[in-house]
């Protein structure tokens, strides 16, 4: 267990929708990073929070976004979702000052 | 520009087996750390091992060892005896300061199938 909790698992949703992924670092980090893991893609980084304020985006589209909330928690917000935002979503934590990143369970999110 | 490559995109091996997965990176950092994780058909990511750059002891933990290389940029993963609950992918990542903050670069993952 890496200590980084993700929910929901799962999510099944349709085409046009909103949904969000939240993440629960583990005790103590500060930083929470966002991945998406698609069949073609591999690990795609999103967005990097440091202590509630964004530090680093990566490919995120205009559709999604996130934020991180004082007690460190973070959400991820996809919106007018496509068939092609099917994927792991994964959420990490690191400790400040160490560079590992611990990964949490991920939200496998299907629109359909 | 970083880049990890990991070249084998599938191996297949007989449980007991000796099997090593490759990966090459690329970086103009002299500080920087290089990662594996497993990802097996649950689908989590299990963090495996953390090597610095300035630090090229290589390392066993049990069946696994790891094999750091500066001067061919590579940092190999090997697992002895291989057995079936070895099988899944394995990730293998490149992390370096950019920017204030630490940045990771994923390889693309190579899947291990241990077969009985």
């Known amino acids: 267990d890496s200590g980084v909790t993700q929910t929901p698992k799962h999510l099944i949703t349709a085409t046009g929708q909103r949904v969000t992924l939240r993440c629960s670092p583990r005790?103590?980090?500060?930083?929470v990073y966002w991945y998406q893991q698609s069949l073609d893609q591999g690990l795609q980084f999103l967005i990097q929070?440091?202590?509630?304020?964004?530090?680093a985006k990566g490919n995120i589209l205009e559709r999604f976004s996130a934020q991180q909330f004082p007690d460190l928690h973070s959400e991820l917000n996809l919106s007018s979702l496509e068939l092609g935002d099917s994927a792991l979503y994964f959420c990490?934590?690191?400790?400040?000052?160490?560079?590992?990143?611990?990964f949490g369970q991920g939200t496998r999110l299907t629109v359909v | 520009a970083q880049k990890v490559t990991q070249a084998q995109t599938e191996i297949s091996v007989v449980e007991k087996e000796d099997v090593t997965l490759d990966c090459v990176y690329e970086?103009?950092?002299?500080?920087?750390?290089l990662f594996w994780y497993k990802q097996p058909p649950s689908g989590e990511l299990v963090f495996l091992i953390r090597?610095?750059?300035?630090?090229?002891q290589n390392e066993i933990s049990g069946r696994y060892s790891w094999n750091f290389q500066k001067s061919t940029s590579s940092f190999n993963f090997t697992i002895t005896a291989s057995q079936v609950v070895d099988s899944a992918v394995y990730f293998c990542?490149?992390?370096?300061?950019?920017?204030?903050?630490?940045?990771?670069?994923f390889g693309t993952g190579t899947r291990l199938k241990v077969l009985a």
């Open positions: 990490a934590s690191r400790p400040t000052g160490g560079p590992e990143a611990f």
């Open positions: 005790s103590g980090d500060l930083s």
């Open positions: 929070y440091y202590n509630g304020e964004e530090r």
């Open positions: 970086t103009r950092d002299t500080t920087y750390y």
């Open positions: 090597r610095n750059s300035f630090d090229e």
């Open positions: 990542a490149l992390s370096e300061m950019d920017s204030g903050t630490y940045k990771y670069i």
